[in-house]
């Protein structure tokens, strides 16, 4: 299970964290990621993170602004969104994906507005 939290309405400029702790699986074996999807449009890629936390990958768009960890205690990853813009507004996902499976939460929802 993937269970996300901390999204909300916030101001354009502000910032948030956004957090998604993982359970019933070898958390340190998977890929994760988040990704977002706003209102008539697509779900896209945001971040992800390597099983050894060793790699990152950002889409241009928020590359600089957002940065992805993940925390083996845990069982969490995290995603810090500094500079919010109104476009990020969406319904964000985590994933956790290996080369056989994958797994998604239930998103939480990220509105940026003033």
């Known amino acids: 299970h993937l269970v996300e939290s901390g999204g909300g309405l916030v101001q354009p400029g502000g910032s948030l964290r956004l957090s998604c702790v993982a359970t019933?699986?070898?958390?340190?074996?998977?890929?994760m990621s988040w990704h977002r999807q706003a209102p008539g449009k697509e779900r896209e890629l945001v971040a992800s993170i390597s099983g050894a936390g060793t790699s990152t990958t950002y889409r241009d768009s928020v590359r600089g602004r957002f940065t992805i960890s993940r925390d083996y205690g845990g069982n969490a990853i995290y995603l810090q969104m500094n500079s919010l813009k109104p476009e990020d507004t969406a319904l964000y996902y985590c994933?956790?994906?290996?080369?056989?499976?994958?797994?998604w939460g239930q998103g939480t929802q990220v509105t940026v507005s003033s």
């Open positions: 994933k956790a994906f290996s080369d056989t499976t994958h797994y």
């Open positions: 019933g699986f070898a958390f340190s074996r998977y890929g």
